[in-house]
């Protein structure tokens, strides 16, 4: 094994106490299997799981390292997720929700819309410089200097991929459960607006967070 037992299992228990902690992507993958089914959701694990893979691999790569390092980089790549995500929220929040009977559960979704959704999943976890930022000053926490890096880095970033996408894939299942209970157009409206609207408050909270000197 490339990292040691004690930091793995370290590492593993530190990023589960993470990921539980719902965050925009995770709110947009439960508004999406409650709107329209585990299916269409699962193109938002995928997304958020991809997103995760770029995040931590341009960390340990060092681009980490370059936005702690430009302030004005750090600025615009920040700036640009923010109104993602805020515009992602607005199109939540304007859109219906739409309630299939039983019998469409066979029916194939609308052309290009996983795509889209897979889409909008992976730029709002992958446009976080935030995110690479912290997993630029997580992940040293857990490496043993007595190991090779390039291993060690490697390894934590697949695992905490493969975490996202199980925490995701989990919210999917809950939310899709959910789902299967709560069939007014309203109750449905209301989860679309409410996902809509706190996405477009991380945007907005994102905005306006000052960098750390």
């Known amino acids: 094994m490339p990292v040691s037992p004690e930091h793995f299992a370290a590492f593993v228990a530190a990023s589960i106490i993470l990921l539980i902690i719902p965050g925009p992507t995770i709110i947009m993958v439960i508004t999406q299997a409650l709107a329209h089914g585990r299916r269409i959701a699962f193109a938002s694990v995928l997304g958020v799981g991809l ?8 960390s340990i790569a060092g681009a980490g390292a370059l936005l702690a390092a430009s302030a004005s980089l750090f600025q615009a790549l920040k700036f640009i997720g923010a109104a993602y995500l805020i515009w992602i929220g607005y199109k939540m929040w304007r859109t219906p929700a739409k309630i299939p009977d039983m019998s469409e559960a ?35 926490q857990f490496i043993d200097p007595a190991l090779p890096y390039a291993p060690q880095a490697a390894t934590y970033v697949l695992t905490f991929t493969a975490l996202g996408i199980l925490n995701a894939t989990l919210f999917a299942f809950a939310a899709d459960g959910a789902r299967q209970t709560i069939r ?9 607006r409410t996902g809509g609207s706190l996405l477009m408050m991380a945007g907005v909270a994102a905005a306006l967070t000052r960098r750390a000197s």
């Open 106 to 140: 066979d029916v194939p979704a609308a052309s290009g819309r996983p795509a889209v959704v897979f889409r909008d999943s992976f730029l709002i976890t992958a446009l976080n410089p935030k995110g690479i930022l912290f997993f630029v000053a997580f992940v040293p």
């Open 184 to 192: 007014r157009p309203q109750v449905m409206k209301m989860a679309m």
């Open 51 to 58: 997103g995760d893979l770029l995040a931590t691999s341009l």
